[in-house]
């Protein structure tokens, strides 16, 4: 089946079936479910995962892992509100500074996953925890956030506003995800991503620069990261750097994985990561909308994901066989 | 106490025997009517060329296959069915040329792995203090110059086969099978292991010493099997083991005549290696030339260095020195990126793990180092790229009901062809073949021919590494040969015939 030019796959139909059966269900033992302040924050949320959801799949397509995620958020987002807060510079050029500097990190990143010979998950673990502690050092542990009365409409609007209830979060993270899909399924790079990630080998023998490959994936996703912390900053208003992001890393991988990753490497789309990311908010929702006690919520998320891989592979196995069966045949 | 030391050793007993084998697979017979059997205390060489036979000789013997026919007989009782615990309870043990060592373990651990003497009742810790104990006589009686206690990743390949050895004799191994022992050894470390060879004789076990080196074949065996296209073809005596007697053995079979001369007379030097050399062999240099036209056949036994050399020459190990002239101009190659931008292009060895990627589509596959072609804008032009792919499957034939269908559906000789499309579909200067038909049957490696030579009628300078005799000698021009890691002679038409190459091969220096 193709959509707009790019094929969907059936692990992607299977996903958008489940959301809809989900959301069905919820919808009818809750009405509360479809009201518009209900959705309009669930698509809030949707969208500043998302976009760091997005950044994670590349790292994950590549045959990598980015754990750092939870504390670069935390890190960036604590930054860039004192660069605002403090007039340091105008909101515009923080931006610019925030993002450049998540780029850095994914450079820094890649280039000891790469050059270095680490391991992605020791490198990002590392990452993870220098971080957070940064984050911490730099605000001496207290919570980051604007003095009484300072005001930045502008930039409150660009990020935290709505558009006829529609967050410009969500706004942005579609944007993103439409250039991301772009990049991942119609951009050079895009192909060489995925040949890396499934045969980093063979992908040599064909002159495939794999360094710089994977590099670049390191790049995207620390330098979506970096999107995704202003808008968590600006969403949160303040930042109590120890906690701050904490665990986000384990949504985007498992939006990521949801959405038909491999952690094997070579293996994704982005609709599917976008589709995961919606999933996730949704049983988020679920467990606040249907009395869940909210301690339950990641138990549920657990279960789910659990419950979707092994059918998945299930489905996998079987339609294995068959292509075997017919290429025997 | 010499715990390996066989129960009855009485030196005419016949430890293992097999009559009559036949081996078929779908296609071919690997092996026919193979009779072979050794006694306690006699070493029996096995020789034959790459393909002979060898490999499914022992796998048999090992258990690991079943034969179609004939029968095996294991310390006087026949067995039809041997398995490889069947094998391994009866005593017979590999080395194989691939150790199968843990290097983060110890010496003892590697010896007992799997049968640990263990302490402390339910808890099952290793007693370590026994485990060194039972190791220790082992490595004495081999006269190894390490301890129990060495980890096995600080010891040289050399001291590694010990202690395959040794766990073999743990084992009570009657009959040990040596694979290619010495291929990597250095002369005082083959003489060392003769040695051992010669001790483990005297002790009344069985052994079958596979070789390429004739001339150590010479030294140890008391009897020499040579297979040929699956048959034995002559039994040596201990009179009779002398280097030529063996490579005339070993030779002589009937070549089909595949050769077709190039169209027009070859050209300019395309690709000059001068003085090249490899980390794989780094005391030896390499200099070849492979001109416009020619189809430059590199001959040697596995493990000379031909795929080593051509992975320097493309780019995936950078040379320790020396030039690469592509065109007459030296360049320098430091990835495969750079040898393709200059026309240079190989077609690995290992298809499946180097050549594809397996799971992409064929039509993925073909542009993966010509994405420029399939791209407009900066975006991929899905339409071009089918395009590409059939066109490439029409011209080089290749059978796929689509080009969208996965490499890994395709068959061993359509693979290839989609490896090769990969490079045509640019244009190809130097285009280097390891083992170009591995693998493949008769009719696609004809095809495969076929496409080479007119490949090199169109200007191209073609290098094929082959270790198929035939192939090397019906489809080159010219034929170089390597030795340990250096050409040790080149062959023109006039001069190819098998004994040629072969005594090259092994290092012996043409009259």
Redesign the interface.
Known sequence: MRFGGFAVNRKDLGLLVLILVIGIVVALINPRFLSPVNLSNTANLIGLFGIFALGQAFVIISGGIELSVGSIIALLGVVFLDLVAGNTMPWGAAMIVVIALGCLMGLVHGFLVTRMGLQPFVVTLCGLLVYRGIARYYTNDATAGFPFGASFPWLEWLTAGRFYGIPHSLVMFVILAGIMA?VL????FG??L??VG??E?????????TVRTTVTAYVICCGLTAVAAIFIAMYTRSISPSSHGNFYELYAIAAAVLGGCSLRG?EGSILGVVLGTVLLQVLQNLVNLLGIPSSLNFAVMGSVILIGVLVDQQFAQRRQRI?RA??VA | MMQWRPQNPSIAETLFSLSRVTKHYPGVTALRDVDLSVSAGEVVGLIGENGAGKSTLMNILGGVTVPSSGTIHLNGEERPNLTVPDAIKGGIAFVHQELNLFENLSVAANIMIGREPLVGGPLRLVDRKRLRELAEPLLVQLGADFGTDTLVAELTLAQRQLVEIAKALSLNARILILDEPTSSLTVTETDRLLRVVARLKANGVGVIFISHRLGEVKRCADRVIVLRDGRVVAELGHEMIEQEIMIRHMIGRELKMLYRPPAEPVGDKMLELVGLRTAYRPDRSISLDVRQGEILGLAGLVGSGRTELARTVFGIEPPLAGEIRVGGETVAINKPAAAIALGLYLVPEDRKRSGLLLDFSVAKNVSLANLSAVVSRGLFDAAAETRLAWKWKDRLAIRCSDTKVPAASLSGGNQQKVVLAKWLSMTPRVLIFDEPTRGIDVGAKHEIYTLMRSLADSGTAILMISSDMEEVIGVSDCIAVMHEGAISGTLTRDCFSEENILSLAVGRVLN
């Open positions: 772009v399924h119609r951009s050079v192909r060489r995925f040949a499934k045969n080998e063979a992908a040599r023998y064909s002159g495939i620069d070579g292509v017919r290429s």
